[in-house]
């Protein structure tokens, strides 16, 4: 049987869920408002009809993949294909549906790490083997992608990279050379390779730069994306892969057999959404100023040097370091104690600065993130 490992930050989510008393830093959800109220009036006239109650094609509804193509073709400068799109059961259904058709046994996948957890069980039921290398380093107050040390991992077993960017946990976000280089040598050694770029519309401080636009002209690079962040709909269950034309169907058949057909009743939600794009911008200013409440609120604790961490150029978390060698005693104290759910470092890795670190989610509703950074303030 296969033995596979539930993150800790599931344990701990389940505990803070059943009762009011906590507040919750720990999910990785944007938290705000809602999904907003005009895609839910929407999704409610829709089922006064049967449109939402009969299966639908297994690689997603035609009117939502041709909108995500000519979104990504305007935003990235290059032409995306519908074809080139399915849709999935969130940006991990698409990143599952990718390993179960890629991968065999024996294989090998390449991790930077910190990495977010559930690659690792994906990874482990397509049969292949992770490879965990540190590919984002803490210097002083800023974190460094290692693509050196990325390349120096690989074997004559690397099948595949997966890499989130921006980063969950981190916030880092690739430059352009990094990029080019990255999708340059996996072509040259014939790795496949998947950027999971569910925070790419959460960006601060820099440019974005997506490896949307080496589709086209790449049969290695592919990319995922979701609603659940933008348009705080994790709950609606849909994301989305962008893949080389020539590994769609039989991407599509794998998910044939594991999905049946992704939700209908999310997809219709999806593709309303995608065409009332101005109800992004608010969550997402938002969450921008969070991050920077947040950091103003934590400043006793840093100056104190309790805690240290790097104010994230994009996504929704913070990467905490603490005097803890292995924080998870520490997030479960602090659950206990103030009701404030947290997520260890260990989930996300296991070097000495991973496992010190605790992660928390700042896309929290304003009154709720301040009570609960006042807790952490009287804990410690």
């Avoid at 935003?75 to 080139?84: C, L």
């Avoid at 991790?111 to 397509?126: D, G, Q, T, V």
Wanted: glycine share 6%.
């Amino acid at each position: 049987m296969l033995t596979l490992d539930l993150p800790k930050y599931k344990t701990i989510e389940s505990i803070s869920s059943s009762s009011k008393e906590y507040i919750s830093f720990s999910q990785g959800t944007v938290k705000i408002s809602g999904t907003p109220a005009p895609i839910k009036k929407h999704i409610q006239e829709e089922l006064e009809s049967d449109v939402l109650d009969y299966y639908q094609y297994v690689g997603g509804i035609y009117p939502l993949r041709k909108k995500i193509a000519e979104k990504l073709s305007r935003k990235h400068h290059v032409v995306i294909k519908t074809e080139q799109v399915i849709i999935s059961h969130g940006s991990i259904g698409g990143i599952t549906t990718t390993c179960l058709t890629l991968l065999k046994e024996g294989d090998e996948v390449i991790i930077p790490a910190p990495y977010y957890p559930s690659y690792r069980n994906i990874i482990l039921f397509s049969k292949a083997t992770p490879i965990y290398v540190e590919g984002y380093i803490k210097e002083g107050d800023t974190w460094k992608f290692d693509i050196e040390n990325i390349k120096r991992s690989v074997t004559a077993k690397t099948k595949m990279l997966i890499i989130s960017n921006p980063s969950n946990p981190s916030g880092v976000c690739l430059s352009k050379e990094e990029v080019i280089a990255l999708k340059q040598w996996c072509e040259d050694k014939g790795i496949y390779l998947i950027s999971d770029e569910v925070y790419d519309n959460f960006i601060y401080e820099q440019d974005y730069n997506s490896f949307t636009s080496h589709i086209p002209n790449s049969n290695f690079v592919m990319r995922t994306g979701s609603f659940s962040k933008d348009y705080a709909m994790s709950g609606w269950r849909v994301g989305y892969i962008v893949a080389p034309e020539h590994i769609v169907p039989s991407l599509i058949a794998v998910q044939d057999g594991t999905l049946c057909c992704p939700n209908v009743i999310g997809q219709h939600a999806a593709l309303f959404a995608l065409e009332h794009e101005y109800l992004i911008a608010e969550q997402i200013n938002i969450v921008r100023n969070n991050r920077d409440l947040a950091w103003q609120l934590l400043q006793p604790l840093i100056e104190k040097e309790i805690i240290s961490f790097v104010r994230p150029q994009a996504g929704i978390f913070f990467f905490i370091k603490t005097n803890h060698k292995d924080s998870e005693a520490l997030v479960m104290d602090i659950l206990h104690k103030v009701k404030v759910a947290l997520v260890p470092g260990k989930d996300f890795g296991s070097s000495e600065e991973t496992r010190s670190s605790i992660r928390l989610c700042f896309a929290r509703q304003e009154a709720l993130l301040i009570e609960g950074i006042e807790r952490l303030l009287n804990y410690f």
